[in-house]
């Protein structure tokens, strides 16, 4: 995303002058994240929703489950789409129109951690193999940017999951002799197997910090996001701007982000366990 130029030279010095001195503008250390809001069942019609603010960057996702076909290289796996919209209120550089760069991005990086630790088994959701599975569509739509979209479009999509519930269906027999599908009106919630949780970077100067504000974001030199599941295992990665980590810099993120993303779910744990949303198949 191309917005180095939003900031004056004055502001961008001052940024990385305090920075140089172990400060930031908003007063948090290097390694410490802005309030975490997530607000499950937004969306009243949607399967899944849930509101994900990072400070004042707002996101919202929804989840549609729809019934259809699956991929003729994958009969017995069900189907997960993920997309971004920037909405133009959200940010002066939004504009309405074909998805950009930046938002194709927001919704990879979501994706990747969401199918790389298998968080939903596509298994379950098979219908009849070979014929009917559900599509799980994850639309997110940021509303107010104020840096570091990556960590919010991945609380808000894992935050819609863990809330959707998946319409019960029935297997009948029509008088040709073939299988069909009723969907009931009964529902049941979405099994999720993993809660992968991201962790994004900054690295301005020689300075790394974490959760990046928006005028961090417009004079970083490179940036890293890294997403672990609750075992504390690495599900993915992304990297992005020009710049570059050295491997002792990588292995600091990664113990870093290891512990953040632990305190990020504890705050999930609280909010979203009360309510009976399954966080595993032994749970549910």
């Keep these: ?15 990385l002058s305090l920075l140089n001195h172990g400060k930031r503008t908003d007063g948090r250390s290097f390694n410490e994240f802005r309030k975490i809001t997530i607000i499950p ?17 707002k ?3 929804g989840v549609k489950a729809q019934m259809g076909t699956p991929f003729p290289d994958s009969p017995n796996k069900g189907v997960i789409t993920t ?23 927001l919704a990879r990086v979501a994706d990747r951690a969401i199918r790389e630790s298998e ?8 219908i009849i193999p070979g014929k009917f599975v559900w599509i799980l569509f994850i639309d997110i739509y940021v509303l107010d940017h104020d840096g570091n979209l990556y960590d919010a479009c991945e609380l808000a999509a894992l935050g819609a999951l863990l809330n959707t519930q998946i319409p019960d269906i029935k ?32 690295k301005i100067g ?14 970083q030199d490179t940036r890293l996001t890294l997403a672990f599941t609750e075992e504390n295992k690495i599900c993915s990665t992304q990297k992005g701007e020009a710049g570059t980590f ?34 595993s198949e032994e749970s549910s």
């Design 206 to 219: 020689d300075n790394i910090i974490v959760d990046p504000n928006y005028d961090e974001e417009t004079i």
């Design 41 to 57: 069942g937004y969306i009243q019609k949607a399967e899944g929703s849930a509101i994900a603010k990072i400070g004042k960057s």
């Design 1 to 15: 995303m191309a917005k180095k130029g939003l900031i004056s030279v004055v502001e961008r010095e001052h940024i």
């Design 119 to 126: 968080a939903v088994s596509n298994e379950d959701l098979v």
């Design 171 to 202: 297997i009948v027999t029509n008088e040709k002799g073939e299988e069909v599908v009723e969907v009931l009106e009964t529902t049941h919630p979405l099994v999720m197997k993993h809660t992968p949780i991201s962790c994004t970077f900054s």
């Design 246 to 279: 050295t491997v002792e810099e990588i292995k600091k993120c990664i113990d870093i982000a290891a512990e953040r993303t632990k305190d990020i779910r504890s705050q999930l744990d609280k909010i979203v366990d009360p309510q009976g949303y399954p966080w």
């Design 59 to 61: 996101v919202i996702a």
């Design 83 to 105: 997309t971004v919209e920037l909405v133009p209120v959200a940010a002066p550089e939004f504009e309405s129109g074909p998805p950009r760069e930046f938002a194709i991005e």
